[in-house]
């Protein structure tokens, strides 16, 4: 059973704070990665994916990944309130392309606090 | 932006009646998913669909459930004889490369 795990919160950090969202997975061949913003009611938001060890850094936000520790995190730099919602990390699973599916974990919910 | 459109936002259906959602992916996407979530839990893989045919479907994805692309831009889920626990949100998504995946707004179905 391939697992995503992740904290289920709430993370709560005060504006303009950098917040840290964490990540393990199981499948040790795992080669994406991505992390979805997800608000309350609403569909999952693409926010950012990462392929490779080391960090990726887009605007506001940063994405590690480790595979020896099978470890992805996301770093939210100047926190906004608007950033409030659930985070989901997510696994590409499958064998190739047409079976290639996402595994999620149950999600990071943070609280910006004004 | 292109986006996954789904109809309809919202269903409430009897118990053992069936159900078909509807998805129009992104026109130049070749991979098309359905996934769900029940309320408070994580987002489940349900099924991909690839050069007309599946691809690949969890253990949730049983003789219940089917998926179709009807026509060049369609791609729809029914879902028959619904139970209670059938009641999720569900996503539909599609991808280019079958890497990069792009949500729907999802379908909330509630079963009475």
């Known amino acids: 059973q391939k697992e995503v795990e992740q904290n289920s919160g709430p993370l709560s950090v005060p504006e303009g704070a950098i917040a840290s969202l964490n990540c393990t997975y199981s499948?040790?061949?795992?080669?994406?990665f991505f992390w979805y913003r997800q608000y309350s009611g609403k569909s999952p938001e693409l926010i950012m994916s990462?392929?490779?060890?080391g960090d990726k850094e887009d605007g506001r936000f940063t994405a590690q990944l480790n595979k020896a520790s099978q470890y992805v995190s996301l770093l939210i730099r100047d926190s906004q309130p608007s950033d409030s919602a659930t985070y989901l990390c997510?696994?590409?699973?499958?064998?190739?392309?047409?079976?290639?599916?996402?595994?999620f974990g149950k999600g990071t919910k943070l609280s910006v606090i004004p | 932006e292109p986006e996954v459109t789904q109809t309809p936002s919202h269903q409430v259906t009897q118990m053992g009646q069936e159900v078909i959602l509807r998805c129009v992916p992104i026109s130049n996407h070749l991979y098309f998913y359905w996934y769900r979530q029940i309320l408070g839990q994580k987002v489940e893989f349900l099924v991909s669909?690839?050069?007309?045919?599946?691809?690949?479907k969890s253990e949730i994805f049983d003789d219940q459930f089917s998926v179709e692309r009807p026509d060049g831009s369609n791609f729809t889920l029914k879902i028959r004889s619904t139970k209670l626990e059938d009641s999720a949100m569900y996503f539909c998504?599609?991808?280019?490369?079958?890497?990069?995946?792009?949500f729907g707004e999802g379908s909330w179905l509630t079963v009475v």
């Open positions: 997510a696994v590409r699973t499958g064998s190739g392309a047409g079976s290639y599916q996402l595994t």
């Open positions: 669909f690839y050069n007309n045919e599946i691809s690949e």
């Open positions: 499948d040790r061949v795992s080669q994406s």
């Open positions: 998504a599609s991808s280019r490369d079958g890497n990069t995946i792009y």
């Open positions: 990462i392929y490779s060890n």
